[in-house]
T-cell receptor, first 118, second 112 residues
């Protein structure tokens, strides 16, 4: 089974702190994603990466950055946490399906990291 | 731009009753559509998907969805709800080849 592991299930941080959310997948997937989940807003894409050292902005990248130094690890960074970044953060991965669209869209998710910024 | 709209943020049914969760899509190209489920304190998992071909798609746990182009809909149904079906359900559409655009979610409650 594919396993996507997020390092922390629950975090409490203070405004202005630098926050790292770590995600590791064990299935050699090329693509990795960070989503933010808020009630009434569903999942919104923050950043994604198609390969090591590659990153692309999603729909709400402001206030976030990412790092992908190794294929299996995709980190989300909040340079200076703010209260409006209190949320559930979900990491996901999938193999590269660009040449087989019928298999695309099947994401494997981690269990989420619930971040509270005070 | 592609998008999905889920009608109803909360749906409540009795155990054994029909489950109907609504999703409408907007897409300028033939859409690839998905339903994901999130059980309490867990990540999302794929329930079913429509790509091409048969418009009635069957998924896990007895769920199915029908793609209706004329109505731009992809509603999720289950004939008889179980208590274990209580969860949040997300409809999604594939953008390009790998990005999923999610709806706002529908929380399903099942009463005994």
């Amino acid at each position: 089974d594919v396993k996507v592991t997020q390092s922390s299930r629950y975090l409490v941080k203070r405004t202005g702190e630098k926050v790292f959310l770590e995600c590791v997948q064990d299935m050699d997937h090329e693509n990795m994603f960070w989503y933010r989940q808020d009630p009434g807003l569903g999942l919104r894409l923050i950043y994604f990466s198609y390969d090591v050292k590659m990153k692309e902005k999603g729909d709400i990248p402001e206030g976030y950055s990412v790092s992908r130094e190794k294929k299996e690890r995709f980190s989300l960074i909040l340079e200076s946490a703010s209260t409006n970044q209190t949320s559930m953060y979900l990491c996901a991965s999938t193999p590269n399906r660009r040449w087989d669209r019928d298999l695309a869209g099947e994401l494997f998710f981690g269990e989420g990291s619930r971040l509270t910024v005070l | 731009a592609q998008s999905v709209t889920q009608l109803g943020s909360h749906v409540s049914v009795s155990e054994g009753a029909l489950v109907l969760l609504r999703c409408n899509y907007s897409s300028s190209v033939p859409p690839y559509l998905f339903w994901y489920v999130q059980y309490p304190n867990q990540g999302l998992q794929l329930l079913l998907k429509y790509t091409t071909g048969a418009t009635l798609v069957k998924g896990i746990n007895g769920f199915e969805a029908e793609f209706k182009k004329s109505e731009t809909s992809f509603h999720l149904t289950k004939p008889s709800a179980h208590m274990s079906d209580a969860a949040e359900y997300f409809c999604a559409v594939l953008h390009n080849t790998d990005k999923l655009i999610f709806g706002t979610g529908t929380r399903l409650q099942v009463f005994p």
